[in-house]
């Protein structure tokens, strides 16, 4: 993250060009695509689909790996943790049982093994997606993007307001802690033990929250002083008017999710096991 | 006979929640086209009656209202806030808080927004407004690129947009560097000559007001105007100071030097003052008073040599930076925001660590110690105290860091008493911290430091959003204290804490030291001043416009006789 | 005198865009106590917010956070924990609405503290199920390993509620209320 606390990237791929709204329709029906299945298959589409999308959209690796490297090691973590505390699950599924890893408790089955990589896919498929959505988003065409899918514009304003102030009562936060380790009242391991660090954090919360206050304050005054929510209706400086290509792919998006869900319930109702 | 734009008849105010009234039998006419400062300490009314001004009273803030008040012929209270905003367009003081949009663009186009604008018109007038105050080129920037005076140019566009026939400005100097300040001036000054605008503003720094003309000053005190004049007629009074504000400096060194300023025309800025032999008067009272023994130089406590540091290899946010600081000194650090000062002192307080360069401290080299234990030798206070104090009751603020540390409740006990006492606030020390003012919570986040026993102390802003009055009880209570051999390094940028109070001077600028010296020193140079984005002083400006044979000297002869003066009054 | 919780006025909007950053900002923080488990103050902010604003403003200021965090922070939206963040603070919030609580104004009685700790430990055990539920159901994770993550997310997120949460309400109510007669003793 940068000092904007923004990930965006500037560029102008078909992802840089497409309205935020569509962008948010497809991330949705990607979610709920992904949320759907359990079947190894789906995924690797996805995936490569995804991965081609990412590529075109020109988002310099560098910039991107921290987030596949946090998904990786979270996907390989949740999978041990997986295999250690429940090594039979797959057979609760595929109803077979061909074990494979001698545990001293238990025994880690094929099965198990497969799902746990037909799982890690599925939390990989998420990526793509939300990496291409937060990377080609200005932050400020965000809140209008939620109002045009019908969520309240205020609500969404609120959203605008969050984006704007956490660089700002991060860096707040951060100074704070900083001037209590100095006084000896830091959280780091130096400063006590659990308890008293906990303590140190609890102090810590007071002026953050003293300071947060006092911002709701100043923010609504200015805002107020500026005449928002006085209309029904509220148009938004970024962002731009549909056309034809994000009508297209809006409709694409959600043709693609029926699809998904006719297959789903007619064809790949399950968790798919080729052995 | 025009019709005001403004009028307050017989205006008084009474916050809900408060027994006394805040502003008192308020009758001020402000007529279009004006533009009107309205000067004050804290507390003496003054953004009360901004805020009666621009409808945040009644609308956000109640209470009972006597009087009248009228705005463009019409009662504020029978409108509605926006409505108002029509009229009077607001900047507020925090420049954080005003600019919501995430981009330049966004937060100037934010009133258009909410009435729902076509998109199209919005850019159009974005735009316009954005070339009027000089920001177009910064139009896709977000407000994390930008310096306070850039933001506050962006909030300015903003309004300019609503077409507002008054532009209020509440306390627009606080939080910018001298350059920044004297740029905002000239940027409402601009405003006001092209736009025909009724200008108002709200502040309490005298000297960087002045810069640009002002028709009227109103002078606030304790809820009432005090008086109504024009700049030469208020200086030449010599009300400024019972006003709890702060005469220019050249206007207090005339005095100083005995120069009557009876009915002496153009004192409101630095400028030659056309009364005969004032210059050879001023140049044998400079002699006089600059003189004096150079005073010692004290034993080295902080010596920081060379150091260097940066984020990312390649860019180093300093650049072999050396600092020495004596035993019982007050060091400021000078420079403009970005300039490395917060980063230095996090460097010296063990936040960060260097990446060349040694630190000692009374000759001892620090590199190893933690920051706990760097905390025990060296202070670090926060610009506001709000963010430092963590307690409900005042002892226990104080008590903190030597509870964390495991000293005895006893020692605790006597340790705590004795710093309340040499803070002054050991007649409150049974109070919750809520009843202290911002003053004295300055001070408390000052004693709980004091308690571990420092050697130096770095104060951050110590004197930003306070007026010269309390600006001046505080600083003289820090002298005090260093006194009593505590060494202290004011980080500022504000020239006359470090012109009055400091005895040396050190300039970061781009993450370099360009210069040390005594602030008399540094700050007559403008090869300094300027990359540091700070002003040449009204002081030496005076003396150049005067033909003075040494600025420098004029300079420290008003240093010489400020400090004398504070003597006398004790 | 406390407002409708429905009412969204520019006050309630900014209210839950500063918590939403609120939580976001402190999320970085954390005292590791175990592996994939930290005390983080952020869910003590969401008592706090919820306490202080009201029920739906807490949800949506828990909500929004927790969904920005993650977009900023891991790339992914953890769909079922950002609802859990919402509704932890929804129940932390329903103290709001019990007559005579209004830590704004300093007011407040033990009851309303018990109450407090009830509403949020119920709301932290209920939401952590709720998240659980939705990763057995969405993401088809099993669940008996769902069981020890909730579990554990339950104990350490009770613990930042209890040590950090609670005291910092009570603490600002006794902030907020109203000195009278303070004597200076020389």
């Known amino acids: ?151 309240p514009y205020k609500i969404a304003y609120a959203v605008s307001i969050a984006l704007r102030y956490i660089p700002d009562l991060t860096e707040e936060f951060r100074s704070t802690l900083n001037s ?31 300071s947060a206050l006092h911002r709701i304050d100043s923010v609504t005054n200015a805002m107020e002083l500026r005449g928002f929510g006085t209309q029904k209706k509220r148009t938004w400086y970024s962002g731009k008017e549909m056309e034809g290509l994000d009508w297209t792919l809006a409709v694409l998006g959600v043709l693609l999710l029926a699809v998904g869900i006719w297959l789903k319930v007619q064809v790949l109702k399950g968790f798919w096991y080729p052995f | 006979m025009m019709q005001p734009i403004i009028s307050f008849q017989q205006y008084s105010f009474k916050y809900k929640n408060q027994s006394e009234p805040t502003l008192k039998d308020i009758t001020l006419d402000i007529y279009p086209g004006e533009k009107i400062w309205i000067a004050g300490p804290s507390g003496s009314g003054k953004s009360t009656l901004a805020h009666c001004i621009n409808g945040l009273i009644p609308f956000t803030y109640g209470g ?88 506050q140019s962006v909030s300015l566009a903003g309004v300019l947009s609503t077409d507002a026939e008054v532009l209020l400005f509440d306390e627009p100097l606080a939080n910018l560097d001298p350059a920044g300040g004297r740029k905002a001036m000239q940027l409402i000054d601009d405003i006001h000559r092209q736009g025909g605008k009724t200008v108002i503003i709200i502040e309490h720094r005298v000297e960087d007001v002045l810069q640009q003309p002002i028709d009227r000053i109103v002078l606030m005190k304790d809820g009432g105007i005090e008086a109504v004049g024009t700049p030469d007629e208020i200086l030449a009074s010599g009300l400024l ?108 307080t063990g936040i960060l660590k260097p990446q060349s360069g040694s630190m000692r401290y009374a000759g001892q080299d620090m590199a190893s110690w933690s920051i706990r234990r760097r905390g025990e030798a060296i202070g670090y206070v926060m610009q506001n105290p709000n963010r430092m104090i963590t307690q409900h009751m005042i002892a226990d603020e104080v008590g903190l860091g030597l509870k964390v540390r495991g000293v005895p409740a006893a020692e605790i006990k006597e340790r705590v008493a004795g710093v309340l006492q040499t803070c002054g606030l050991y007649p409150f020390r049974n109070w919750p911290v809520s009843a202290l003012s911002y003053g004295q919570k300055k001070r408390l986040s ?54 009055e109070y400091a005895r040396r001077a050190v300039v970061l600028s781009g993450g370099e030291v360009l210069a040390a010296d005594t602030v008399a020193s540094v700050l007559s140079r403008p090869e300094v001043t300027e990359p540091a984005h700070l002003k040449e002083t009204s002081l030496s400006l005076f003396a150049k416009a005067n033909d003075l044979a040494s600025p420098e000297r004029f300079v420290q002869a008003f240093i010489n006789a400020e400090k004398k003066g504070k003597k006398g009054h004790e | 005198m406390k407002k409708s919780i429905f009412q969204l006025n520019t006050r309630t909007v900014v209210t839950i865009g500063i918590g939403a950053a609120l939580y976001g900002a402190t999320s970085f923080i ?157």
Not at chain 3, 162 to 170: E, N, R, S, W, Y
């Open chain 1, 1 to 151: 993250m940068n000092r904007t606390g923004s990930l965006y990237v500037t560029g102008n791929s078909l992802f840089h060009r497409l309205d935020g709204a569509v962008k948010l329709v497809l991330f949705m029906a990607w979610t709920v695509m992904t949320y759907m299945f359990l079947d190894l298959r789906v995924f690797v589409l996805m995936l490569v689909v995804g991965i081609a999308l990412l590529v075109t959209a020109g988002i310099p690796f560098k910039k991107m790996a921290f987030l596949f490297w946090l998904m990786i090691i979270f996907t390989v973590l949740n999978g041990i943790f997986i295999l250690l505390i429940t090594p039979t699950f797959g057979t609760r599924l595929t109803g077979t049982d061909t074990p494979l890893i001698q545990l001293g408790y238990n025994t880690i089955n094929a099965e198990t093994l497969f799902y746990v990589l037909t799982l890690s896919a599925k939390y990989l498929t998420l990526l793509p997606i939300t990496i291409l959505c937060i990377f080609t988003t200005q932050p400020s065409a965000f809140a209008g993007s939620l109002n045009r899918i019908g969520v």
């Open chain 1, 180 to 210: 209590m380790q100095a006084r000896g009242m830091g959280i780091t391991k130096e400063d006590g033990s659990i308890a008293q660090r906990l303590r140190n954090l609890a102090a810590v919360v007071v002026p953050v929250l003293q």
């Open chain 2, 64 to 151: 009972d209202i006597r009087g009248r008040l009228s705005i463009a012929g019409r009662n504020p209270a029978e409108l509605s806030i926006f409505e108002l905003s029509r009229t009077v367009g607001t900047i507020l003081q925090d420049q954080d808080s005003q600019f919501v949009g995430l981009s330049v663009a966004e937060d100037v186009a934010f009133v258009m927004e909410n009435k729902a604008m076509p998109r199209e018109q919005m850019k159009r007038e974005t735009s316009a407004s954005l070339e009027r105050v000089g920001m177009l080129d910064y139009i896709d920037h977000s407000p994390y690129e930008l310096s306070g005076g850039q933001k």
């Open chain 2, 241 to 348: 100071r019972g006003c709890g504000l702060r005469p220019p400096l050249y206007v207090d060194a005339l005095r100083y030097a005995g120069v009557s300023l009876d009915g002496v025309q153009g004192l409101s800025r630095p400028q030659p003052l056309g009364i005969p032999g004032l210059g050879e008067r001023l140049d044998g009272w400079s002699e006089q008073a600059a003189a004096g023994a150079p005073s010692q130089p004290a034993e080295p406590l902080l010596d920081v040599r060379g150091l260097t540091f940066g984020y990312e290899p390649g860019q180093p946010v300093l650049k072999d930076v050396s600092l020495l600081v004596g035993a019982g000194e007050i060091v400021a650090l000078l420079g403009n925001n970005g300039a490395g000062k917060s980063t230095l002192s996090q460097l010296i």
């Open chain 2, 446 to 499: 000052i004693a709980a430091i004091l308690v571990l026993a420092p050697k130096l102390m770095i104060l951050d802003e110590p004197t930003a959003g306070q007026d010269y009055r309390h600006y001046q009880e505080f600083m003289d209570f820090i002298e005090q204290l260093a006194g009593q051999g505590i060494a202290f390094l004011l980080i500022t940028h504000d020239m006359y804490l470090a012109l």
């Open chain 3, 30 to 186: 954390g005292i590791p106590v175990g592996p994939d488990t930290s005390l983080r103050p952020a869910i003590a902010l969401l008592a706090i917010f919820g306490a202080l604003f009201g029920p739906v403003v807490g949800f949506i200021a828990g909500l929004i956070g927790h969904v920005l965090n993650d977009l900023l922070t891991s790339g992914t939206v953890w769909w079922g924990w950002a609802l859990g963040s919402g509704i932890t603070a929804a129940f932390m919030g329903l103290i709001y609405l019990s007559k005579g609580f209004d830590p704004q104004n300093g007011t407040y009685k033990g009851k309303h503290i018990g109450l407090f700790i009830v509403y949020g430990v119920v709301g932290i055990i209920l939401s952590l199920l709720f998240s659980g539920w939705f990763d057995i159901t969405f993401m088809g994770e099993p669940s008996d390993k769902l069981l020890v993550q909730v579990t554990a997310a339950s104990i350490s997120n009770i613990v930042v509620f209890l040590v950090l949460g609670v005291p910092a309400v009570i603490g600002f109510a006794r902030r907020n209320a109203k000195v009278s007669n303070l004597s200076v003793n020389e």
